[in-house]
């Protein structure tokens, strides 16, 4: 059974833009989380960095906030549980 707010979302730029320590540590979080049993997924950024990827989710029909609503991220649980 899925808890509320149990989700997570690591996301960095691509490794070609991105500092590759940051790409290593989100994708190596992201993989602890779902080890733990928790909802996480690790999403690599098109021309992003660190900082520019708080642009794209700021965009309603961003990759990011695509990404955290479809894994129902900010949403409570509909099951009551």
């Known amino acids: 059974m899925r808890r509320p707010w ?8 691509r490794p ?6 940051l790409v290593r540590h989100a994708s190596v979080y992201a993989a602890a989380a779902r080890e733990a049993g928790e909802t996480a997924q690790y999403v690599a950024m098109e021309n992003c960095t660190h900082f520019s990827v708080l642009e794209d989710l700021a965009q309603p029909a961003g990759t990011l906030m695509s990404a955290l609503i479809q894994d129902r991220c900010w949403f409570p649980a509909q099951d009551g549980s």
């Open 6 to 13: 149990s989700s997570s979302t690591a996301a960095t730029g």
């Open 16 to 21: 070609t833009v991105e500092l590759p320590e």
